[in-house]
Structures are given as C-alpha cells and as structure tokens.
C-alpha cells in the first residue's frame, strides 16, 4: 500500500449529501474481482449520459478541467454510506484519489479507505464550505495541502485547520501497512505471549 504523508493537490467539491457505495460505483460497472479496472466506473451515473454509456455529461466535476487531475475531494456528510462495498473505493484509489474530506463518513467505506491508502478527513461542514469556494476561484493554483505528519489541511488562503485520526489508522497510513501487516509490527509480543500461555494453559495447544 503507498504511504501517505503529505500531498498538495487540485481538490474536486462534490458536496452532495448521503452519497452511497452504489453512487460512487454503481453496481453493473462492477465486472472484475479485482482491484483494477474500476476508475471508468467512478460515479458512472453522473459522470456518463446515460447507463452503460461512456458519452461524459460535460456539468459533472471531474469531467472538467483541472478537476480530471483531482487527487482530493470535498464531499458531503455521510458520504460512502449504504452498502460495505469495497470496489467504491477501490474506484477512488485508481482514479488517484488520495483524500476525501467531508463532515462525516459511512463508517465501513471510511475504514476500507485506510486500508487502501486513502485518507478520510473530518472537518466541519462550514470549513468544507468554505473551502470549496476558496478552490472554486481558481482550482488550478488554488490547492488544497493535506498533511497527515502534522494533521492538518491547509488551506488556499495559507489557513490550517486540524483533524482527528485514530492512532492505528494514522501509522497504518503513515507506513503504508495493512491490518496485517500492522500486526506484525507486533510479532515478538504476540509470540512472547504465546510462549507464556503455553506454559500457563498447556491444554490449550494440544
């Protein structure tokens, strides 16, 4: 999984309420098992004119430039909410999505996205708001910095504004690890532990 640190990039608002796995990658674009192959698919049934078409509508954001090199989004609150679908985003990630920062996320999607090495950042609806027309103005120059050292956005105007990050999900982020991986870190602990019950509970490992 690639690390994520710190990244200045073109953020694309799309603040929509309630927008859902289906709505980010709607189930008939979902043709593979795999983790590939699905950024075509993103918010297909905006992006497109019509279901199964690939005839872009020209009002949808990421379908205009400099919003096409989007590497952060401005969302809505609950955004990722219904279903546990893992291929929304596994749609964002290949799209080169590396943030999404709304008030709040479906709590599922907000996991899949840490371990997948996107960032989902919590911040007060006015702020996105507010950040949303700051990057309107001019989204080629106006960027967006998400920095996950310092837990901070920065904003066009040069203002930070702080977020909150579970432990685990920031050093999960911050090293690039799955949960797996994340658990190994601990893998003296574990055996030592192992070793230990052996010798307490020997019934157990017979």
């Given at each position: 999984?690639?690390?994520?640190?710190?990244?200045?990039?073109?953020?694309?608002?799309?603040?929509?309420?309630?927008?859902?796995?289906?709505?980010?990658?709607?189930?008939?674009?979902?043709?593979?098992?795999?983790?590939?192959?699905?950024?075509?698919?993103?918010?297909?049934?905006?992006?497109?004119?019509?279901?199964?078409?690939?005839?872009?509508?020209?009002?949808?954001?990421?379908?205009?430039?400099?919003?096409?090199?989007?590497?952060?989004?401005?969302?809505?609150?609950?955004?990722?909410?219904?279903?546990?679908?893992?291929?929304?985003?596994?749609?964002?990630?290949?799209?080169?999505?590396?943030?999404?920062?709304?008030?709040?996320?479906?709590?599922?999607?907000?996991?899949?996205?840490?371990?997948?090495?996107?960032?989902?950042?919590?911040?007060?609806?006015?702020?996105?708001?507010?950040?949303?027309?700051?990057?309107?103005?001019?989204?080629?120059?106006?960027?967006?910095?998400?920095?996950?050292?310092?837990?901070?956005?920065?904003?066009?105007?040069?203002?930070?504004?702080?977020?909150?990050?579970?432990a685990a999900d920031r050093e999960m982020l911050l090293e690039g690890l799955d949960g797996i991986a994340l658990t190994m870190k601990r893998d003296d602990e574990i055996l030592a532990f192992q070793g230990h019950d052996r010798l307490r509970r020997p019934w157990i490992y017979l």
């Open positions: 999984m690639e690390k994520f640190t710190r990244i200045t990039a073109v953020a694309a608002p799309l603040l929509r309420i309630n927008v859902d796995t289906d709505a980010i990658i709607p189930s008939r674009e979902m043709k593979t098992v795999g983790k590939t192959g699905l950024a075509a698919g993103l918010f297909a049934g905006w992006r497109y004119q019509a279901p199964g078409s690939r005839d872009e509508n020209p009002d949808f954001v990421l379908n205009r430039e400099p919003y096409r090199q989007a590497r952060i989004l401005l969302a809505g609150a609950n955004f990722g909410c219904g279903s546990s679908r893992e291929h929304a985003v596994w749609a964002l990630q290949e799209w080169g999505m590396r943030s999404i920062i709304a008030p709040s996320f479906g709590a599922i999607f907000a996991g899949n996205c840490v371990r997948n090495g996107i960032l989902p950042v919590v911040l007060d609806n006015a702020l996105i708001e507010d950040l949303a027309r700051q990057v309107e103005a001019d989204p080629a120059s106006r960027l967006l910095t998400v920095d996950l050292v310092d837990c901070t956005v920065t904003a066009p105007d040069g203002r930070r504004h702080a977020f909150a990050i579970a």
